[in-house]
């Protein structure tokens, strides 16, 4: 009869001991890698604060009155999911696409800028130092972690996409179709605010008196006037100070897409009516406004790669704003390319709930030393 090999128990005892030996002992400084690129723990964990704080904000969105240390985000839920699995996905994401970029990187052969790797070290060394990056270094982020995904990465980010776009690209886009959607999609604007209102000796809201409101009316009858005639922005804003007697005028002026902007939706509607190079006055609910329209296509004309006359257009905020939508399906497909490898001791180890829990307790501690 053959015999069956039988393991004895205490062979089984100590090759159980082995195991939990190894896993004890189990490397947990990465999380996630390729064959060119590594990210590390303290890498995860960014993600996974990161995440986080977008998790935060996504539940304040619709619970204003949620606190991280007086709530428990674990039984929250993000976009119809578990916050917990939210972030944890978000932080996988995050994590994955720096991989990506680093991967594209090599194969577009752009380098990591060493120079300006090592001054943003020095310079957030003095923060670590300082303690000004203490939450990171309790999370268990170190400095060049941290150089790393908040540096270099965005840097890489941003030649990828440059290259992607760019001239020679694969997806470039040329310098009249920039233009054209600039032409078509943004506005140059300028107004002057001045509020009817003021603040009586009891602090409430009463009309300003009747001189001050035919001086406001009336000036900025003037200035749009003059506006229309031809004059510079600038020239309205020296009459301005001098008729007001102060150093500062309330004044907005940009170059933008105007739903994505700040301006109140009933000037946003004044200002579309409005044709290039003219000027009107308008009083919306307490507030009296100068508003003019610039031309965009002027400023198309002079679109560059860099900034000028206090504009922060560029044909690079623009291609931007024509493509990142893009950009991001890009990486997406190329992010389910990827090969790499993942750490479950690390993921074991530095779990999200570990970094919420490290996070709330801080906030906990603050709040506490506050009172």
């Known amino acids: ?25 189990a490397d947990t400084s990465w999380s996630y890698k390729t064959d060119n690129k590594t ?7 960014y ?31 993000i976009e119809d999911k578990n916050a917990v699995d939210w972030i944890n996905e978000e932080a996988k994401e995050h994590s994955l696409d720096f991989l990506t970029i680093f991967k594209l990187a090599k194969d577009f052969d752009i380098k990591v800028d060493e120079e300006n790797r090592k001054a943003m070290k020095n310079t957030y060394k003095s923060y670590f130092d300082s303690g000004y990056m ?32 760019g ?24 107004y002057i605010s001045y509020s009817l209102k003021t603040k009586d000796d009891d602090g409430n809201d009463v009309d300003i008196d009747s001189d001050t409101r035919d001086k406001v009316t009336g000036n900025f009858a003037d200035y749009a006037t003059r506006l229309n005639k031809g004059e510079s922005i600038d020239d309205i ?42 000027a009107t006055v308008k009083t919306i609910d307490d507030t009296h406004y100068l508003i003019y329209k610039g031309s965009i296509s002027d400023e198309a004309k002079t679109l560059s790669d860099e900034a000028s006359d206090g504009s922060t257009v560029t044909k690079s ?43 709330t307790d801080e906030e906990k501690k603050s709040e506490e030393s506050s009172k």
């Open 39 to 45: 990210l590390t723990n303290g890498g995860w964990i």
């Open 167 to 190: 001239t020679d690209g694969s997806k470039a886009v040329k310098d009249e179709d920039i233009k054209k959607y600039f032409e078509d999609n943004y506005t140059s604007y300028y």
């Open 47 to 77: 993600y996974t604060f990161d995440a986080m704080n977008e998790g935060v904000s996504k539940i304040q969105a619709d619970d204003e009155n949620f606190e991280l240390s007086k709530s428990d985000i674990t039984s929250k839920k």
């Open 317 to 359: 905020t623009v291609l931007h704003k024509m493509k990142d939508d893009d950009f991001k399906t890009y990486l997406e497909e190329e992010r389910k390319k990827l090969k790499y490898e993942k750490n479950d001791a690390c993921f074991s180890k530095y779990t999200v709930n570990r970094t919420i829990q490290i996070i």
């Open 1 to 25: 009869m053959k015999i069956k090999n039988v393991i004895k128990p205490v062979a089984l005892l100590g090759a159980a001991a082995m195991l939990v030996s190894a896993s004890g002992c």
């Open 237 to 278: 804003e020296t009459s301005y100070k001098a008729d007001f007697e102060v150093e500062t005028v309330p004044s907005t002026k940009a170059t933008a897409v105007l739903e994505d902007s700040s301006v109140p939706e009933e000037v946003q509607k004044v200002i579309k009516d409005l044709g290039d190079k003219k």
């Open 134 to 165: 203490d939450t990171y270094k309790k999370l268990g982020v170190g400095l060049d972690t941290f150089v790393d995904v908040f540096v270099v990465y965005p840097d890489l980010e941003e030649k990828v996409f440059k290259h992607v776009y």
